[in-house]
């Protein structure tokens, strides 16, 4: 089956974000797909591909590029624009628009599958897996999405209701909380795990993973720490590449973009915090003595999951559930408790980590107040869950200073949050006004 649903698969990621060519008499439309059973399956694997071959590549690099973990490289203007950033960055701009189009497609092709497949696949723990792993996918798609914009839609259509934050969460984990009733009582079949879900994706720790991340961002912190105590640490949960069919798509885009080498990973991971000796720097970097184009910063080439066009790409880190517990436990007003959370990151070897990644420093041994864990904690994230997508929601949420409207290229950021596609203002006349910044 795997076979058959790859085959089908580019054709039903055309589908789920375009309109159908009715010319041909003899294609099939995307209601017919979406209630055959062999369809519901291929439209499963398709919409996999589409969020690890390119939206989520689309976030990793976009956004590192606001927060200085990456630099661009090259005189493309969209590319300018979002490394300038600040209140000119335009609404129209490719880049930030691509993370929106693509976020907002895969809630779109998620959707499409939860209303379908209930009534198309007869087998109830397939359906199972079916509708637990879109539950998390489209979770995952909102999270980010929330995390880039200030106000999201939570269903896809025209002219939807924009959310806010507090609701854009509290979705997510519904979601979330969804797909682990789903899999606790009916578990997904053999067919499915092996035929339907793509291969390195481990389901079950990834919906814990997801509801820790989210209870934290939504301020549910017993929560948060709760789910990190379900997940297997020695378990690992990755987006898969084949190398030629399916590529590592940053890879892609830092070894030789479009028309050339388009983004850099910044020295010393883009911030001011990092510690010599920190083992994460020869994990994530490879040193090389050369500057951007067009703004001279210091690059070296990305090493980590970036490798090759095969490598994989984790869909969490198992140190993050650390961090989770330091934050939550910092919140909690619980000082200790969050400082043995940031010593096992860094005190932690390579070789204990399921990925490779340990930054092997000595305890910390600053101070204990708010302020101060909360920037280790801040730092421990950029260097431990570098390129994860993740920095642009830390630098908000962990108090970093907010940019001015027009930033310099040195400051540690250039927005707050990114301002909505002029498409979706024109077509929708919910769409909220732009933030500040």
């Known amino acids: 089956m795997r076979t058959t649903a790859a085959a089908l698969a580019v054709m039903l990621v055309w589908l789920g974000g375009c309109d159908l060519d009715v010319s041909n008499p003899n294609s099939a439309t995307e209601d017919e797909v979406l209630e055959s ?10 919409m996999q591909g589409t969020y690890a071959g390119d939206v989520y590549a689309d976030i990793i690099l976009n956004t590192g590029v606001t927060t200085r973990e990456m630099a661009i490289n090259t005189t493309f203007s969209s590319l300018i624009e979002l490394e300038e950033g ?83 969460l509290s979705e997510v984990l519904t979601l979330l909380d969804n797909a682990q009733t789903q899999i606790a009582g ?12 793509l291969s390195g994706f481990d389901l079950e720790n990834t919906i814990y993973a997801m509801q820790a991340r989210y209870h934290l961002l939504a301020g549910n912190y017993q929560e948060a720490i709760d789910a990190t105590g379900e997940i297997d640490p020695s378990a690992t949960s990755v987006f898969s590449f084949d190398g030629s069919a399916s590529r590592n798509p940053v890879y892609d885009a830092v070894a030789s973009g479009d028309e050339g080498q ?22 994530y970097l490879i040193s090389e003595d050369t500057t951007s184009t ?48 940031i010593n096992a990151i ?22 204990m107040d708010e302020e101060s864990l909360l920037e280790e904690i801040y730092y421990q994230r950029s260097a431990e869950m570098y390129l994860s997508g993740m920095r642009f929601e830390d630098a908000r949420r962990l108090g970093r200073p907010v940019p001015p409207d027009n930033p310099p290229l040195t400051s540690e950021r ?16 919910n769409t909220p006004a732009d933030p500040e910044i």
Do not use: H
Not at 316 to 337: D, K, T, W
């Open 86 to 168: 600040g209140v000119a960055l335009p609404p129209e701009n490719s880049r930030t628009n691509s993370i929106w189009n693509g976020l907002t497609r895969m809630i779109n092709m998620c959707d499409q599958i939860l209303a379908n497949a209930p009534g198309t696949i007869t087998d109830e723990a397939e359906l199972s897996g079916i509708m637990a792993l879109t539950s998390v996918y489209k979770a995952m798609s909102l999270g980010y999405l929330i995390q880039t914009f200030e106000q999201a839609p939570i269903q896809a259509g025209n002219e939807v209701e924009f959310s806010s934050r507090d609701q854009v």
């Open 414 to 429: 250039n927005r707050v949050y990114y301002p909505y596609p002029s498409q979706e203002r024109q077509n929708n006349p």
């Open 346 to 367: 860094r005190t932690k070897e390579p070789a204990d980590d399921p990925f490779g990644v340990g930054a092997d420093l000595p305890p910390y041994s600053g101070s």
């Open 186 to 197: 009916t578990p997904p079949s053999s067919d499915f795990n092996s035929s339907v879900m």
């Open 37 to 46: 059973a062999d369809g519901i399956r291929a439209y499963v694997v398709g």
């Open 294 to 341: 067009p703004n001279g910063f210091e690059i070296d080439e990305l090493g980590g999951f970036y490798t090759t066009p095969a490598s994989s790409i984790p869909v969490y880190l198992p140190g993050e559930m650390n961090l989770i517990r330091a934050e939550a436990y910092v919140r909690m007003n619980q000082p200790g408790l969050a400082v043995d959370e």
């Open 262 to 283: 388009e983004y850099a990973p910044r020295d010393n991971f883009g911030t001011q915090f990092t510690e010599a000796g920190d083992d994460r720097m020869d994990f």
